[in-house]
């Protein structure tokens, strides 16, 4: 990747990825990199609202789009990331398994607020919205994450997860509350992932002119000293009345219109140094790992091997109970994956990535319950697949009873290269 800055942001991504793709190890970081590829291609800007919870995030999120489309109010606190796309009015749910379900806008709260999916038990890793709003027309796509500094830790880590995701960012902050240490570590954290930045100051129909000026004034000097600069625009606003929620869109709409694909292209920049960290980290487990003895290595095969018996006997119980439903029997699979990567995870001490295939249960599609078709013995085929692809893969990268030298030597040279590629794209990033 000699001279990859010297290129565009996307080739230095699309080389990025071939280097991936050769090894296990950086799966995941694959998986980050495509997505980038994709957003760079199709110049898909994402722009979230972040910030400590009950800053009236969500109240925002309805004033910017013209509709009451997100449930607000005393008690409700997000618990999901929820996304909004321009489109006819629809509401989805994406499962950790994969499954995708169309809801009313009535059963919303059931997925989203935490009072009622506490802790997330339902698994949701979002809802999709669709809003025909002229605000997201362009392609947009529009969030409202948890709020951090709760007492509910999920909440905040998704938040956090998802800032990930951000090219632009609007802060929120609110004049009932100076800021706080909580809110300083999360801007800190979004300045690494994010390259555009909005700062909405909330609630200013609750303090008098004077008190607004004065409050204005604490923001704007100590936001400028955080992000570097000599000065940052602020934007105060009343999310509940509807005051100074246009000038905030005109600045969104102006630079969409005018430099989206420049803060698509910095923030790519900003999330692959993050990548590129990630796969260091990866490779720092995995010689750490390395460092098991040989009766260690055998326990853990042992335990995985037992584990997979575990999950074969699940299975062909699951497939019983559907046995012609290809739907359910994905998204069983898809459960299957995540649990066998935690299970990598929790004995190797390393992340092993799946791709996670979609299960559409919306928008008129049906659940195939033709009792002619009988997909048990494929099913089960499938499953003892994915766990004896898992067993030689583990035992491929960890070498376990590898006697060849020659195959052990070449692997640990291959593993030096791409540290190598990837500390030299780096410094490349940094730069």
Known sequence: MSNSMNNSILDTVKETCEVFSKYELTKGELARAQELVEKLENHKITVSVIGQFKRGKSTLVNAILEDKILPVGIVPVTAVVTTVEYGEKAATVHFDNGIIKEISFDEMSSYINEQENQDNKLGVSQVCLYCPSDFLKDGMTFVDTPGVGSVHQKNSDAAYSYVKESDAVIFMLSVDSPINQIEIDFLENAKEFASKFYFAVNKIDSIDEEDLADYLAYCRNLISKLMGVEDVALFPVSAKKNIGV??????????????????IEESAKLKMRD?????????????????????????????????????????????????????????????IKNRLSAKVSELFGIEYHYNISQVDFFRGGKVADDGSRDLRESFSAAVDGLCSDLKDTLMAIFMHREENTYKVARRINDLNRLVRKLVKLRSELAE
Do not use: W
């Not at 490779?283 to 040989?294: K, Q, S």
């Not at 575990?310 to 012609?324: Q, V």
């Open 246 to 263: 246009e000038e905030l869109k005109a600045a969104i709409d102006r630079d969409c219109q005018t430099t989206v694909q420049q803060i």
């Open 275 to 335: 990548i590129v960290a990630s796969a260091l980290s990866q490779i720092v487990l995995y010689r750490t790992a390395l460092g098991m003895t040989h009766a260690e290595f055998d326990e853990k095969f042992t335990e995985i091997e037992e584990y997979f018996g575990e999950i074969k006997a699940e299975a062909a119980e699951f497939a019983e109970s559907f046995p012609g439903n290809a739907r359910m029997l994905e998204a069983h699979m898809n459960d």
